[in-house]
């Protein structure tokens, strides 16, 4: 649990996908939390925190452990501040072209392979075995929450400090290769997925802010995303050898 102590206005500046952004925060942790990616570069947007978005941050994880049928939490402000910061940042990087995905992310010989799916479903086990399978040929991009920036060149995927409860990320940009969509399977298999087939879990798996114009800009790059990188779905058991498959699948 991420804990801090209340200040005003902890001023700082960030660069995530290569956009300066500027930031108001009401813990000192916050600013730790994102010591990865501070910068001094002349900044495209500010974002401020106040209480009432760690409010409801902290009511829209109860109304998602509700929906899930799991426990419910009372988080630390300090720990809804960074959900609430991140949120507000996903709002600003739409108009760069740039989406909040949640999967893992993994770079091989510098081209990134993300892997999305349900929760539970087992997406940071599959990206250790490739990190054990491929040792200094594999970088850890993002484990929970890259950001995916579409371009006309292709899609860029960037490390970011919310990386998952295994703290695992880069502060790196690399080319996006494929997405997979992973399911648990008894036998290794992967195949390719038509744009329309795996449209509903990309936009699923992306933030999609409530607000009319911005969950429209959201659909508008999910389908750009589909169209310029592979698809696919992989049925695996998490065994060792689901990595060969994978890789391999997707060349």
Known sequence: MIKGTR????????KLADVPIGISALYDSTKQFCRDYLTREKICFSVAVNRSDLIYEQDAAVREAVCEGTSIHSFSDAYLETLALYR???NG?????TLLFHGSAIAVDGQAYLFTAKSGTGKSTHTRLWREYFGDRAVMVNDDKPLLKITEQGVIVYGTPWDGKHRLSSNIAVPLKAVCILERGEVNRIGTVTAREAWPMLLQQSYRPPQPD????????VDRLA????LYRLACNMDPAAVQTAYEGMQ
């Open 214 to 221: 911005l969950l429209a800009r959201v659909m508008q790059l």
């Open 7 to 14: 200040l005003d206005n902890i001023i700082f500046q960030v």
């Open 227 to 230: 169209s310029q990188v592979g």
């Open 88 to 90: 507000k940042i996903a």
């Open 93 to 97: 990087l739409l108009a760069y072209d």
